[in-house]
């Protein structure tokens, strides 16, 4: 009966500790994979451990269960908590990394642990991984995917390690940055959204009308038209761009080409301003806005398109600074800074392919 009791004792105490987590600290990517594929929690948390189950067997015989009993139910959890945790724990970085893409809380601990080694973070700090363990860019992993660095920092501080303290806080200021930008890009699409009045028909029948006006010579007549297009479909993506492209055409082939009226030069005033007094992503955010103002009032406008297209590159939206500066080009065929756009440009989408890999 001692037996029967100790054997059903080993039993739920390794079920704490999960086949899930012996593969993230043995980085076993393949288990890992299918035990999540399968329905694992892959923010689950650790509990006994099994060299709390091997004591107990050889204490069972000579205590009758009474000292596996005790170990229950004060001995504390394994130190390391969570699924991620057993990753960084070890130095495991190709598992941190499948469980970071799995949905992975970088911030989950198991807080009614006794003995909590922490967040996977602080976890990594001292991971004691073999002597290949890149402990560096498996912290710099976790940091990017908005782990809190804080009980990192004051490990090091207290440690007396000031390149990990700089690190950390790096770390934790371009995560902050990247959710900022996040942030800019979901207010911008809002407040584009919310402007937007789309009318298509209209809006065609006004493209159609123009494309008249061009066909016949008449090319100021042409540029009234596209504009009140434009007006119709406002970042109405491509539809957007074809008809700046159309209305640019138009008044370049205007004689005397049309001026920039007060109200869109007051706009492009605002958003010098606005980047002046810029204290991070919020001036951004204005200076941008006031561009695009400045642009459905007077969307043939060289000048603006350039400065609204480096301004979304500092948003990090270089789709849309890509779109704005290869409008700059059309606007202004003379452009002596034609080459570094150019090249600007390739930049650009270098930045936008990298960024999507993340």
Known sequence: MKRIFSVILILILLSGCSSIHGAAKNGDIKTLNELLDQGEDVNKIAGYNATQAAIGVIFTPLTAGIVPLIMVLTWPYDNHDTILGYAAAECQLEAAKLLLEKGADPNKRCDSCRRSAGAPLLQALYAHGDKDCDRKALMQLLLDNGADGKAALE???????????????????????????????????????????????????????????????KPEEALAHYVKALEASPYEGEKDRHLREKLIKAALSIAQRPSIPDKAQEHSARAQAFMKKAQGVEGYEQAIAELEASLLIAPWWAESYFNLGLLLEKAEDYEAAIASLKLYLLASPTATDAAAVKNKIIDLGVAKEMAGKK
Not at 194 to 212: H, L, P, Y
């Open 155 to 217: 490990y090091a501080r207290r440690n007396n390690q000031p390149e990990t303290v700089l690190f950390i806080q790096e770390g934790m200021e371009k995560w902050e940055k990247k959710k900022a930008i996040k942030e800019l890009k979901a207010r911008m699409a809002a407040r584009r959204k919310a402007i937007r009045t789309v009318d298509w028909i209209k809006s065609n029948q006004e493209e159609k009308t123009g494309d008249e006006a061009m066909a016949a010579g």
